[in-house]
Structure formats: structure tokens, C-alpha cells
């Protein structure tokens, strides 16, 4: 009966907000503050087009995976009379290889609607193209003529490219040769499906440098491409945002940013959940006009704690060989390695802390023979920089700081390598706080015994047992105690979701899931994160948030390919064409 009401509610909502007087919504999430999120908000009336203004904070509402955000900022983007006083200058940077042909032909499609949301806004704007594969191919000029610029999209031929990694960095340098009008917003959106060159034969550019010279200019960068360190931190430090180009829709990507550069209002919330996990999560803004209701959502993916510019073996994920996190696993045979061409120089490893920790001491340990090993290392906490120099051939190395530095990370960057290998990394990063000097508790909570795991696995078992019982709650608790001695149990957090799933406490159900998710490691992987996935669903289908559904069906399906997904997927779809909800 409390699943019926909240379906039968959720339904009532739908339908009011679908009317032809609500106004349409468009969100995109920015996450580099974490666990602050920024989103820009479009809001426009769904008969002209035209942007709705005046509102106030309170006509906005956040939910973060169904739970309440807190606001803790509203900013409304006034047009100053003219449209000539908001210009806006639009790069789009193509890959232009084989694999993109249907990202090709779905830009041509939207682009209408992406011209129509930004001139209905008010902006005064210009759309350009630069396209490439290991070269830069193709180089289109600004105009403000939308017919001229879908001319120029279907001119782009999808071939090649087997080759990858593509050359995006020679790319957007181009596109910021463009003749820019002064005073204009730049606007740079990155699509690819492919990792990048750097340092090598095809170009001597880094991310690193290509970043600073865009920043340099002004330019905002959003990426659309796949799930990579480096289309992460880039546009986190330009402004921009990360679309995962696997999440499904690339028509409905192109819709959010065109809203997020034709924005009228700025909100920033902070998350219910601030664990920065890697988890990926579902944002719903509700926007009041009046008697009606609109709204959208979107996902953005929470940092995870220790990221790097680089890792040798990225498409793995944290499957691979050279994941960041091993420097905090407390095993000096693991490591993480830079992925970049040459010796690394320049690569960084960044560790946020839970809180502001006051910092004593920092061991790095080398990794073992075989590795290139950093000579220098530049530690930096907070506005506190300092080079240290690392023996080759020593393992853990400790370097006192006196008096001792409060920060909330650290960022290690390699300034000097000893020859001998193209793959440098470190083992070990090892942060102490107080005096006398003690391991940051975060480091600690990271290492795991063999006794610790596998107690976990038989708390699992235990719960597993209870559920199948009936003994939902009883069962919780056993899964809650496994994941607190093994935060690292994948199968234990998809199991307590499906046990909030059905005692009906759903934001709880999809944190479980989303942790799953992100821990999902070695053969049972895809199976993990397909239920994971269904779960997520299943909840968001209960609640009516049908588009939220489809998604989480989408990646399901991705994961192990499913008759039932399919089904889903269509009826979701279906839905969608009855009652439009996230639109």
C-alpha cells in the first residue's frame, strides 16, 4: 500500500507538470566544489521558447537520488535589455573518426534546438566546428546562421580511427585560435569517444598545458567522451562539466548543454550525501511558475578521494593494474603509474581529505624494479608547496613538516624522474597528522586485513540467510557490519540495497546499489553491476521518475544484455510518450 501511494502521488505530479503551461527545465550539474553542486538552471516558457526570469530561491527544489539537497546559494543570470549584451562564442571539437558516426548525425539533428534554446534566451551567439582524428581535419568558421552551420556539420565524414588514441589536445588549441569577439563568453564542447595523444610523435602537447593556455583565454570546457581521468579534472578546472558518452542519449546531451550555456539561474546544493565515493548520482530540480511545476534531471558521478592526472591501463578503471587508490592500500607490490607518453614529468596524484588535517609528516615509498621512480616530487597542501627528493633503490622514505600544515589534500606531482622506464609511479602515500605523527584515519579505514575480509564474507553469507528468511531488518544489520569490515564488498552493498529496497527506505536502497556499483571488481563484475543497475531502476520506476528509469535500465542492459532490460527499456520509453516527466 505505501509503494501504491507513493507511485499513485507520483503519477499526480506527472501529470501536472506535463500540462502545456509548465515551463520547461533544463539542468546541468557542475561537481568540482564536491559536496557543493553547482547547477545552471534554463528555464523557458514551453509555448515560446523564451527565458522565464524573476523567480525567486524559493521557487526551486533539489533531490539528490530522492533525497532533499540543501540550498545554499541562488543566483539569478540577468539579461541586461539587449541580447547583444550576452554574447556567446560556441566551439564544437569533434572527433570526426568512424566510431562517431552516430554522435555525427545526432548533432546535425539537435543542432536546431541547441541554436534555438540559446537565441530564445536572450544570447547573442556564434557556433563554430573544429573536427579531427590524429590530426585536425577541419576547421569551420563562426556564424551566427544555424542553417549554415547544420551545412557545415553534414559535411563531416565518420571514417577511420582505428588507431586511438585520436589528437584532441591539437584540436582545441585550434579552436582557440578562432577570431573571438571581445567580451564573449568562449564556450568550448569537447566530443570524443576516445583517449587523447600527448608527448609523442604525433603531438608535443600536454593536458596539463592545453589546459593552462585555455584558462589563460577564458574558455570554458565541457567534455562529452568516455569515462577517463583526464575528462574529468579538465573541465572540473575549466568550468565545465563531464558527460559520459556511454550513459545513452547523446541527443539529450546536447539539449543539457545548450541549457547549461544558455543559463538564466545558478543554484548550488549540498549533496545528502558528501562521501566522495565515485558513485554516480540522480539530481531532480523542481522549478514553481506560478500554479505549475516543471522540471528535469540528470546524474553527475561524485569524485572519488584519490584521483591522478593519468594512469597507464585507464579504460580498466579501478580494475587496473595502476589505479590511484593503490597508493593508499598498504601493499608496496601495487602502485599507480602515469599513463602518459615519456616519463611523466608533470603527472600529479591528488588525495582529499575527509576535513581540514593538520599535516606532520608524509612517506612516499618508490614503487618496486621495473618502474620509473621519481626523483623529485613536489608535495602541496593547500597554499604550502614544497620539492622533495626521493633515493632510487630505498623503499619508504619519510619527510617531516615543521611546523606542521593544515590542508584538506594533498597534490604530488612529478618534477624529476631517474631514467630507466617510461612508466612512473609511486607504491605508497602514507599522511600523518598531530604529534606525535599518526596515520590519517582515512588511510587506515583503507586497509584491509585478510581476518577483516573474511569476516565480511560471513556476515554476507549471514544476511544473505535472514533475507531469504523474511528477516529483512535483522538482515541490514548483518549486511551493515560486512561493508564495515570490508568497505571494499561490492556484493554485500548490492545486497543491503535490495534489503532497503523492500522495507521501502529508497534513498538508502540506491546509495547501497550506487556503492555496488562502483566497487564491482573481477569476474562477477558485470553481474553485480547489472543487478545494481536493475535495482536503481526498479525504485526510480516506482516513483514515476520514468527517464531516471530508462537510464539505469539503459546501463543494466550495457552490462549484461537482458531480454528483460530490453522490455524495460520499452515500456520506460512508453511512458515517456504517455506522461513527460523529466523534460
Known amino acids: 500500500m505505501r509503494w501504491f501511494k507513493s507511485f499513485a502521488a507520483s503519477l499526480c505530479l506527472a501529470a501536472s507538470t506535463a500540462g502545456a503551461a509548465a515551463p520547461e527545465v533544463i539542468i546541468t550539474p557542475q561537481s568540482s566544489q564536491f559536496p557543493f553542486i553547482k547547477l545552471t538552471v534554463n528555464v523557458r516558457d514551453r509555448g515560446t521558447g523564451k527565458r522565464i526570469g524573476g523567480l525567486t530561491r524559493e ?225 531532480e530540480v523542481r522549478v514553481k511558475v506560478g500554479k505549475d511545476t516543471g522540471l528535469d534531471a540528470t546524474q553527475y558521478q561524485a569524485p572519488s578521494w584519490v584521483t591522478a592526472s593519468s594512469r597507464m591501463d585507464f579504460f580498466a578503471g579501478e580494475e587496473s593494474r595502476y589505479a590511484p587508490l593503490h597508493v593508499v592500500d598498504g601493499s608496496p607490490d601495487t602502485v599507480w603509474a602515469e599513463g602518459v607518453p615519456g616519463q611523466g614529468i608533470g603527472e600529479w596524484l591528488h588525495m582529499r581529505f575527509e576535513k581540514q588535517e593538520s599535516v606532520s609528516r608524509v612517506a612516499l615509498t618508490p614503487p618496486p624494479a621495473g618502474y620509473g621512480c621519481p626523483k623529485e616530487v613536489r608535495l602541496t597542501l593547500g597554499s604550502y608547496s614544497k620539492v622533495v627528493t626521493l633515493e632510487k633503490g630505498k623503499g619508504r622514505q619519510e619527510f617531516d613538516l615543521s611546523p606542521a600544515v593544515s590542508a584538506g589534500s594533498l597534490e604530488l606531482e612529478i618534477v624529476s624522474v631517474y631514467g630507466g622506464s617510461d612508466l612512473t609511479g609511486l607504491a605508497e602515500v602514507q599522511v600523518y597528522t598531530g604529534e606525535p605523527p599518526a596515520l590519517l584515519e582515512r588511510i587506515s579505514r583503507s586497509r584491509r586485513t585478510v581476518a577483516e575480509t573474511d569476516s565480511a564474507q560471513s556476515l554476507n553469507k549471514k544476511g544473505e540467510q535472514l533475507y531469504h528468511q523474511g528477516k529483512l531488518k535483522e538482515s541490514i544489520a548483518l549486511y551493515q557490519q560486512a561493508v564495515d569490515k570490508d568497505p571494499s564488498h561490492a556484493q554485500a552493498f548490492s545486497n543491503l540495497g535490495l534489503a532497503y529496497q523492500k522495507v521501502g527506505d529508497f534513498p538508502n536502497a540506491i546509495w547501497a546499489n550506487r556503492k555496488a556499483i562502483a566497487l564491482a571488481r573481477g569476474s562477477g563484475k558485470n553481474g553485480v553491476m547489472a543487478s545494481s543497475y536493475y535495482n536503481i531502476a526498479r525504485i526510480f520506476e516506482a516513483q514515476g521518475d520514468w527517464k531516471q528509469a530508462e537510464q539505469n535500465f539503459w546501463w543494466a542492459n550495457q552490462n549484461r544484455p537482458m531480454k528483460v532490460y530490453d522490455d524495460a527499456i520499452l515500456r520506460m520509453q512508453r511512458k515517456q510518450g504517455d506522461v513527460e516527466v523529466a523534460r
Open 59 to 283: 521557487a526551486f527544489s533539489v533531490r539528490e537520488d530522492m533525497s532533499p539537497g540543501e540550498l545554499v546559494s541562488f543566483e539569478e543570470q540577468r539579461q541586461e535589455g539587449t541580447a547583444t549584451a550576452s554574447p556567446v562564442d560556441v566551439v564544437f571539437v569533434f572527433d570526426q573518426t568512424g566510431s562517431m558516426s552516430e554522435e555525427i548525425a545526432g548533432l546535425v539533428e539537435r543542432s536546431r534546438q541547441f541554436a534555438d534554446i540559446l537565441g530564445d534566451s536572450g544570447f547573442d551567439f556564434r557556433l563554430a566546428l573544429v573536427s579531427y582524428s590524429d590530426r585536425v581535419e577541419r576547421v569551420f568558421p563562426y556564424t551566427s546562421d544555424v542553417e549554415a552551420f547544420k551545412r557545415q556539420l553534414s559535411k563531416l565524414t565518420a571514417d577511420g580511427g582505428d588507431d586511438e588514441p585520436e589528437n584532441q589536445l591539437d584540436a582545441l588549441v585550434e579552436a582557440s585560435k578562432l577570431p573571438h569577439r571581445p567580451g564573449a563568453k568562449k564556450v568550448f564542447l569537447l566530443v570524443t569517444d576516445a583517449s587523447f595523444h600527448s608527448s609523442d610523435s604525433i603531438t608535443s602537447r600536454t593536458a596539463q598545458g592545453v589546459v593552462e593556455s585555455l584558462q589563460s583565454k577564458g574558455v570554458q570546457l565541457h567534455v562529452v567522451g568516455p569515462d577517463l581521468e583526464p575528462y574529468h579534472w579538465m573541465p572540473e578546472r575549466l568550468g565545465g562539466t563531464f558527460f559520459d558518452k556511454d550513459s545513452g542519449d547523446f541527443q539529450e546531451i546536447v539539449r543539457s548543454l545548450a541549457g547549461g550555456v544558455a543559463v538564466n539561474y545558478v543554484v548550488s546544493y549540498r549533496s545528502p550525501r558528501p562521501q566522495d565515493d565515485a558513485t554516480r548520482r540522480a539530481v
